[in-house]
């Protein structure tokens, strides 16, 4: 029994994911599984994957967010977009200097977080209001269309089959294939480091269910993909992505820096930790991301326009809190926001496909969202 609530407790979110699936599909008549509608569950939330993912890092320091991620993709997008479409600019120039902005807007706001003490609540806003409007600026309250076509392939195309099968993608198959024996092997072999080093480990049996679980969601997940037009070049990107910073945040010395800072700030700053340093990198990454995402953007939407963003923090801050991460800080991992992001985009998709009225779609995120949060602190009161 005890393991039972254990198990519960370690993977709620996940239950209630695969309760809102379920849920969903008896609503739609089945509609939501459908093979193109997994795919525009990818092509739609790919920014909120790549956003939440850096907002994770922000959230960890203590609770913090950022505010001005939505307004930073859409700065970047116009940036990168006036480049592409009117000055005509190579593709790779228009990227880097995309990147490049990215990076300085983050190291514009670190700075003031990290080193001059201005509450990121107040720094980020005041980036919301200065880089939405300097987007404007750029593109004269006006649409850019169309992107290069090179560029639209970077991120809108899909893996070709390269056995040519009609109707079902094998090359999709026999990669999600790869991935799930790849993942099988990297969970034995963590467990196996952890015994080696003396660490608590969960029972094999435990371990076992939980890579089948996992396996069998890979499969079924590319066996839907490869039945429509295989793997998208964008969920490339966002697998890279996630893979890089669940690497940092759980094996670096940086990545065990961000929880220390998040759960004792103090007490991390008299071990040594150089708590401005964790603060700068926390909010440079974020705006590294949001030109990624920007790029995403601007190819999704095939152009950069002055709205392009927004509400964008809202979904990346709601799939952190959803997915695991404490208001306070010092809790929280890459796979749970993973997890949280796609319950939004879940929701979204299911809710569209229903016909349910945006405004109601805005009410049922918004509760779950404080449903999350209340989960979050009521778990806290209980283990104090």
């Not at 290069?148 to 109707?167: K, Q, R």
């Not at 490869?226 to 990107?237: A, D, E, M, T």
């Not at 890459?334 to 809710?351: H, Q, R, S, T, Y």
């Amino acid at each position: 029994m005890d393991k039972v609530k254990e198990i519960f407790k370690k993977y709620t979110m996940v239950l209630v994911l695969l309760l809102v699936i379920i849920i969903f599909t008896i609503g739609t008549n089945g509609r939501m599984l459908l093979p193109a509608n997994i795919n525009n569950l990818i092509a739609q939330n790919a920014y909120v994957f790549v956003l939440a993912t850096g907002m994770l890092l922000c959230i960890l320091t203590g609770g913090n967010i950022d505010l001005s991620v939505g307004s930073v993709v859409c700065f970047v997008g116009a940036v990168g977009g006036t480049m592409m479409v009117n000055a005509k600019l190579p593709i790779w120039l228009a990227m880097v200097a995309m990147i490049v902005v990215g990076l300085l807007i983050g190291a514009w706001q670190g700075f003031w977080i990290a080193y001059m003490k201005i509450p990121p609540f107040i720094t980020t806003l005041a980036g919301m209001l200065v880089f939405r409007g300097l987007a404007n600026v750029i593109l004269n309250g006006l649409t850019l269309a169309p992107m290069p076509a090179a560029y639209l392939n970077l991120f809108n195309s899909y893996i070709p089959d390269f056995f040519h099968m009609e109707g079902f993608n094998l090359t999709c198959m026999l990669f999600g294939l790869i991935v799930a024996i790849a993942s099988s092997i990297l969970a034995i072999r963590g467990r196996a480091v952890k015994i080696s080093k003396g660490y608590q480990v969960e029972s094999f049996s435990s371990m076992i269910v939980r890579i089948v679980i996992i396996d069998v969601a890979i499969l079924a997940f590319m066996f839907k993909l490869s039945q429509y037009k295989g793997i998208p070049v964008v969920l490339l990107w966002v697998a890279v992505v996630i893979m890089i910073y669940h690497y940092i945040t759980s094996k670096t010395t940086i990545g065990r820096h961000f929880y220390a800072v998040g759960g004792n700030e103090k007490a991390a700053a008299l071990s040594g930790v150089d708590t401005k340093k964790v603060y700068f990198t926390a909010y440079i990454n974020m705006a590294f991301l949001a030109a990624i995402a920007g790029m995403i953007t601007i190819a999704r939407l095939n152009s950069a326009n002055p709205t392009a963003g927004t509400n964008y923090e809202m979904d990346a801050i709601g799939s952190c809190f959803i997915g695991g991460a404490s208001a306070y800080g010092g809790i929280g991992t890459v796979p749970g926001v993973i997890v949280g992001a796609i319950l939004m985009g879940v929701i979204n998709l299911g809710m569209n496909i229903m016909g349910v009225d945006a405004n109601y779609q805005k009410v049922v995120k918004g509760l779950v969202l404080l449903a999350a949060v209340i989960f979050d602190i009521v778990t806290k009161k209980k283990k104090a």
